[in-house]
């Protein structure tokens, strides 16, 4: 018998595809090594799919995760669930403070002179943390902050209120308040603690979903599987609201008093919180595991990581202003903070009128957040190709467009005047209407398209430039905003009667959004392909 040789050149291949034998094509670095990662998965995964049965139309529309990827999904989906979940517990629990208590006008003014230099001051914390703290690290001490404070407040601060607050009449009589925009500050400072805890949950509000998730997934995540992973995180995180605020209607708003329903609150927040930490931990355990085994497959587990500049904090924001890239991005994070904060302190206006007590505003709130989660996952579930399928243009001006149609009514009502209870009502319907769906819109279709904008950046771009746009773009939209309908409560003495010069701001914002968001579509797909090009010769 003749004895037949294998074939040499099978083994060349399989050596040259991902030994340590390979041509210097190898990635040298950990972000260079995150396509591997991807593509590696997506070849096994389509292998396995090909032996054994193709993936279903259905599992394709609903569910496109695949072998391995279901428990990396999972367990970031997870954080994605606990961060919203806190997120509108604390926000449903803000806004019951301060709007009972000192009015929806007092709102401009927090944003404005409280969250504002307290977002500014944690950007400029956390740019220095990032430069020696490693990414755990500087995700745990980000964190547990917040969550600590929320806990002290419920057991020390809010039982003691009466303490250390002065009384109203003290404080008017000190600042002289006869009405108007003294009274209201009047108001904040004889609520001092309500004011604070307002601060710190916008703060959280900002740095939670934008810093706390976003960023880790933009980290670990390739844009392969972003276009199928982000919109099923935002359903992840649109069944958080139902839960949170089915709790608050349900349960903390059934106690017997407002200082009985915050111990119900904040037992949630806390249990939130703890959850957030270790579905973290256990997930930046798999990235890891992934990242080692590509590295060591390529050949590149003694090569050391090569350790990026770091920036400072004017370097951080210069670098902002330098980049039209980014630039744009923080036009889309300014659109909705400013657009969202014209037409939200109108609309908490008139709910004071109509929920005057404490425990029925929260009821409501309660309800309307479970609204927004359910709102937000029939939209991803029938939506969930606008991104795939139409591109990420469409996905990115969909919000403003929804915006600019729905607040014709609500802006109508205003108008037309809310001095009797059935126009109020009315009023309230169209402007929960219009506050239900931008909400949603934003949850399901602006938040995965700006972070997918992130994802062809370099890991410079990613970290100090997206903490900056987050953070204080987030801020200075809100608090822009505030500012604004601020001068205009002065010059009219409240809000609602301003509304003229708010819808006219309004759709002023929307359109200067929508060119924005036209814009950057064309420099996304330019910077996709550059990076794929880039891969695809080395």
């Given at each position: 018998?003749?004895?037949?040789r294998?074939?040499?050149?099978?083994r060349?291949?399989?050596?040259?595809?991902?030994?340590?034998?390979?041509?210097?094509?190898?990635?040298?670095?950990?972000q260079?090594?995150?396509?591997?990662?991807?593509?590696?998965?997506?070849?096994?995964?389509?292998?396995?799919?090909?032996?054994?049965?193709?993936?279903?139309?259905?599992?394709?529309?609903?569910f496109p995760?695949?072998?391995?990827?279901v428990?990396?999904?999972?367990?970031?989906?997870?954080?994605?669930?606990?961060?919203?979940?806190?997120?509108?517990?604390?926000?449903?629990?803000?806004?019951?403070?301060?709007v009972t208590?000192?009015?929806?006008?007092?709102?401009?003014?927090?944003?404005?002179?409280?969250?504002l230099?307290?977002?500014?001051?944690?950007?400029?914390?956390?740019?220095?943390?990032?430069?020696?703290?490693?990414?755990?690290?500087?995700?745990?001490?980000?964190?547990?902050?917040?969550?600590?404070?929320?806990?002290?407040?419920?057991?020390?601060?809010?039982?003691?209120?009466?303490?250390?607050?002065?009384?109203?009449?003290?404080?008017?009589?000190?600042?002289?308040?006869?009405?108007?925009?003294?009274?209201?500050?009047?108001?904040?400072?004889?609520?001092?603690?309500?004011?604070?805890?307002?601060?710190?949950?916008?703060?959280?509000?900002?740095?939670?979903?934008?810093?706390?998730?976003?960023?880790?997934?933009?980290?670990?995540?390739?844009?392969?599987?972003?276009?199928?992973?982000?919109?099923?995180?935002?359903?992840?995180?649109?069944l958080?609201?139902?839960?949170?605020?089915?709790?608050?209607?349900?349960?903390?708003?059934?106690?017997?008093?407002?200082?009985?329903?915050?111990?119900?609150?904040?037992?949630?927040?806390?249990?939130?919180?703890?959850?957030?930490?270790v579905?973290?931990?256990?997930?930046?355990?798999?990235?890891?595991?992934?990242?080692?085994?590509?590295?060591?497959?390529?050949?590149?587990?003694?090569?050391?990581?090569?350790?990026?500049?770091?920036?400072?904090?004017?370097?951080?924001?210069?670098?902002?202003?330098?980049?039209?890239?980014?630039?744009?991005?923080?036009?889309?994070?300014?659109?909705?903070?400013?657009?969202?904060?014209?037409?939200?302190?109108?609309?908490?206006?008139?709910l004071?009128?109509?929920?005057?007590?404490?425990?029925?505003?929260?009821?409501?709130?309660?309800n309307?957040?479970?609204?927004?989660?359910?709102?937000?996952?029939?939209?991803?579930?029938?939506?969930?190709?606008?991104?795939?399928?139409?591109?990420?243009?469409?996905?990115a001006?969909?919000?403003?467009g929804?915006m600019?149609?729905?607040?014709?009514?609500?802006?109508?009502?205003i108008?037309?005047?809310?001095?009797?209870?059935?126009?109020?009502?009315?009023?309230?319907?169209?402007?929960?209407?219009?506050?239900?769906?931008?909400?949603?819109?934003?949850?399901?279709?602006?938040?995965?398209?700006?972070?997918?904008?992130?994802?062809?950046l370099?890991?410079?771009?990613?970290?100090?430039?997206?903490?900056?746009?987050?953070?204080?773009?987030?801020?200075?939209?809100?608090?822009?905003?505030?500012?604004?309908?601020?001068?205009?409560?002065?010059?009219?003495?409240?809000?609602?009667?301003?509304?003229?010069?708010?819808?006219?701001?309004?759709?002023?914002?929307?359109?200067?959004?929508?060119?924005?968001?036209?814009?950057?579509?064309?420099?996304?797909?330019?910077?996709?392909?550059?990076?794929?090009?880039?891969?695809?010769?080395?």
């Amino acid at each position: 018998m003749i004895r037949q040789r294998k074939p040499t050149p099978v083994r060349k291949a399989v050596e040259t595809r991902g030994g340590s034998d390979s041509q210097p094509t190898t990635p040298s670095t950990a972000q260079e090594v995150k396509p591997l990662i991807s593509e590696s998965k997506e070849e096994k995964v389509a292998k396995t799919v090909s032996k054994e049965h193709s993936p279903s139309k259905l599992r394709a529309a609903v569910f496109p995760v695949y072998g391995d990827e279901v428990s990396k999904f999972l367990l970031m989906g997870a954080i994605k669930f606990f961060v919203i979940m806190a997120l509108t517990l604390t926000r449903d629990t803000k806004d019951t403070l301060v709007v009972t208590q000192c009015g929806a006008e007092a709102i401009a003014f927090l944003k404005i002179y409280g969250v504002l230099p307290a977002a500014t001051g944690f950007i400029a914390l956390y740019s220095k943390m990032s430069s020696v703290l490693g990414k755990r690290t500087l995700f745990f001490t980000t964190c547990i902050p917040f969550f600590a404070f929320f806990l002290i407040f419920d057991m020390l601060i809010y039982p003691n209120r009466d303490i250390i607050q002065p009384s109203f009449e003290t404080v008017s009589k000190l600042l002289g308040a006869n009405g108007g925009a003294l009274e209201i500050l009047s108001k904040i400072f004889s609520n001092w603690t309500s004011a604070l805890y307002f601060v710190v949950a916008e703060l959280y509000s900002s740095v939670s979903v934008g810093i706390l998730f976003w960023q880790f997934a933009n980290d670990v995540v390739p844009i392969d599987q972003a276009k199928r992973f982000y919109p099923l995180f935002s359903q992840m995180g649109g069944l958080a609201p139902i839960v949170a605020g089915q709790y608050v209607a349900k349960f903390a708003s059934q106690a017997a008093d407002f200082g009985a329903s915050m111990h119900r609150l904040t037992y949630a927040i806390t249990f939130a919180g703890a959850m957030i930490c270790v579905f973290y931990h256990l997930s930046s355990n798999v990235a890891e595991k992934e990242m080692a085994i590509a590295a060591k497959a390529a050949g590149e587990s003694s090569v050391p990581k090569k350790k990026k500049s770091k920036m400072s904090m004017g370097e951080s924001i210069k670098f902002l202003a330098s980049s039209q890239y980014l630039r744009l991005i923080s036009m889309l994070v300014l659109g909705y903070g400013l657009s969202i904060n014209f037409t939200e302190i109108m609309w908490k206006s008139l709910l004071k009128r109509q929920y005057p007590d404490p425990l029925d505003y929260q009821r409501f709130i309660g309800n309307f957040s479970s609204a927004v989660g359910f709102a937000t996952c029939v939209v991803i579930l029938f939506g969930v190709h606008v991104i795939r399928v139409l591109g990420w243009k469409a996905g990115a001006m969909a919000t403003p467009g929804v915006m600019t149609i729905l607040a014709i009514p609500f802006f109508v009502c205003i108008l037309m005047g809310v001095d009797n209870p059935k126009r109020l009502s009315v009023a309230v319907a169209f402007g929960t209407a219009q506050s239900l769906l931008s909400k949603t819109a934003k949850y399901a279709l602006f938040d995965p398209t700006t972070q997918m904008a992130y994802i062809p950046l370099d890991e410079e771009s990613k970290v100090k430039g997206k903490a900056a746009i987050d953070v204080l773009g987030s801020r200075m939209g809100k608090s822009g905003g505030s500012l604004i309908q601020q001068g205009l409560v002065f010059l009219f003495g409240n809000i609602l009667n301003a509304s003229p010069a708010v819808a006219v701001l309004y759709y002023s914002v929307l359109f200067a959004w929508l060119s924005a968001a036209n814009t950057l579509s064309g420099l996304f797909i330019a910077k996709t392909e550059m990076n794929k090009a880039e891969k695809a010769s080395s």
